[in-house]
């Protein structure tokens, strides 16, 4: 079973996915780490083309039961710990921006997540990645509550003026992410839809488990048709 998680930066995606992941005990998959290595990259060679990166990479993605995120090898290296920074979080964005990227790195993330049960949180997850996934959410959220987030994440100014920046650092993402044909910010025709502003992560992944769990019964299964 696949659950797909999509949303806009600051949303809760990767906190939920998580957490949802160890409620379930399932495999948990943050497909954005791949954008995240090809941003490495094209930090360390600026002179090449991100796509050109992307499709030489060798980038092993693996989840955990413990619905903790496994080790991120690219090119043989463990680079969980480096690709975490501010520089490579606003490189893997304007990478992402590139539909060639996107193109070369769908097929691991889909190989990855062919067999078990996954929580995948990412870009274009129940899109184009898993689009016959189980069950699939798009978790937004207000942009204040989104910038309080994501800067609560990074150990940012919590001052208005903190916040402030935040607020137009995504009110950008959300513009490159809107732009090129992306379907980012597009929710797919059959996911729910869940805005988290003023709700907790329990909260969050109580709805979420529960509509997982009535998505698996049985009976919620499309009947066979007769041949």
């Given at each position: ?126 899109t184009v990645v898993a689009p016959d996934a189980l069950l699939k ?65 329990e909260q969050v992944v109580k709805q979420i488990a529960g509509l ?16």
């Open positions: 079973m696949v659950i797909a998680i999509d949303g806009p930066a600051g949303a809760g995606k990767s906190t939920v996915a998580c957490a949802l992941a160890r409620e379930l005990g399932f495999a948990y998959l943050d497909s954005g780490a791949m954008y995240r290595c090809v941003a490495l990259l094209a930090l360390a060679a600026p002179d090449e083309e991100p796509a050109r990166l992307a499709r030489a990479a060798r980038i092993e993605l693996s989840g955990t039961p413990a619905g903790e995120p496994g080790p991120i090898f690219l090119d043989g290296r463990d680079v969980g710990g480096k690709i975490r920074s501010p520089e490579v979080s606003e490189a893997a964005s304007m990478v992402a921006a590139d539909p060639a990227v996107r193109e070369a790195l769908v097929p691991t993330q889909r190989e990855a997540v062919a067999h078990g049960d996954w929580v995948v949180e990412g870009r274009d997850i129940g959410v798009f978790l937004t959220a207000d942009p204040q509550e989104r910038a309080r987030r994501r800067a609560a994440e990074r150990g940012a100014d919590r001052s208005e003026i903190g916040q402030g920046q935040v607020v137009e650092e995504l009110r950008a993402r959300d513009e490159r992410d809107s732009t090129l044909g992306r379907s980012t910010l597009q929710a797919a025709p059959d996911a729910v839809v869940l805005d988290t502003t003023g709700l907790s992560v997982a769990r009535a998505a698996a019964r049985p009976e919620a299964q499309p009947a066979a048709r007769p041949s």
